[in-house]
């Protein structure tokens, strides 16, 4: 069974203060992992997809990299509008169309 | 593009109520899903399908959730009758055969009571 673990499960920054947010995976080959920022009370919004180890993608601030049992989202110099809850998940070959997402990390960045 | 629509916003029942959630896609995209969020569980796929045919209905949590897609503009998710373990978000989302990311819709939020 496809799993994601996400840590930590919450995280609070400085603005300007630069981190990375983790994603532990297990998967019977692995299709792709995707990326999601869900802001309260709204759906999930796509960020990346990363399709094999070693491949990097990136969006303003934010760097996502992946391996092959984790993938990280660095967040460069943050700024109080990526406050957010960052959710990763894993598409994989027995899975077909499933998304299996982790329970997220809930970012909060004081100015 | 209006993205993924779903109504009601906020559903507020009393147990044993049946309740409908409905969903419409983003046009052309022929895959469509039905997740729901807990504090607990986070994201769990219900089912999806894909021409409006279910393919994989595996996380329906038993026999008082039913899921139709009459055409491919329209879905619903039902629950009946409802109880108050049924609570929490409801997502649809949307997504075409070569795009790999879904689209989510902005969910319904169920309190049953």
């Known amino acids: 069974e496809d799993q994601v673990t996400q840590s930590p499960e919450a995280l609070r920054l400085q603005e300007g203060e630069s981190s990375s947010l983790n994603c532990s995976y297990t998967?019977?080959?692995?299709?792709?992992l995707f990326w999601y920022r869900q802001d309260p009370g709204k759906g999930p919004e796509f960020l990346f997809t990363l399709y094999s180890a070693g491949e990097e993608k990136e969006k303003e601030r934010l760097k996502a990299t992946l391996t092959k049992k984790e993938s990280f989202l660095h967040i460069t110099a943050p700024k109080p509008e990526d406050s957010a809850t960052y959710l990763c998940?894993?598409?994989?070959?027995?899975?077909?169309?499933?998304?299996?997402f982790g329970q997220g990390t809930r970012l909060t960045i004081n100015p | 593009d209006a993205g993924v629509i779903q109504s009601p916003r906020h559903e507020v029942t009393e147990m044993g109520q049946e309740v409908t959630l409905r969903c419409k896609p983003i046009s052309g995209h022929d895959y469509l899903f039905w997740y729901r969020q807990t504090m607990m569980r986070g994201l769990e796929l219900l089912i999806y399908f894909n021409n409006n045919v279910p393919i994989d209905d595996s996380g329906m949590p038993e026999d008082r959730f039913s899921a139709k897609m009459p055409n491919a503009s329209f879905s619903t998710l039902k629950i009946q009758p409802s109880e108050p373990r049924d609570s929490a978000v409801y997502f649809c989302?949307?997504?075409?055969?070569?795009?790999?990311?879904?689209?989510f819709g902005s969910g319904t939020r169920l309190t049953v009571v």
């Open positions: 989302a949307s997504k075409t055969g070569a795009s790999r990311g879904y689209t």
């Open positions: 998967v019977s080959g692995l299709r792709g």
């Open positions: 998940a894993v598409q994989g070959v027995q899975g077909a169309q499933k998304l299996v």
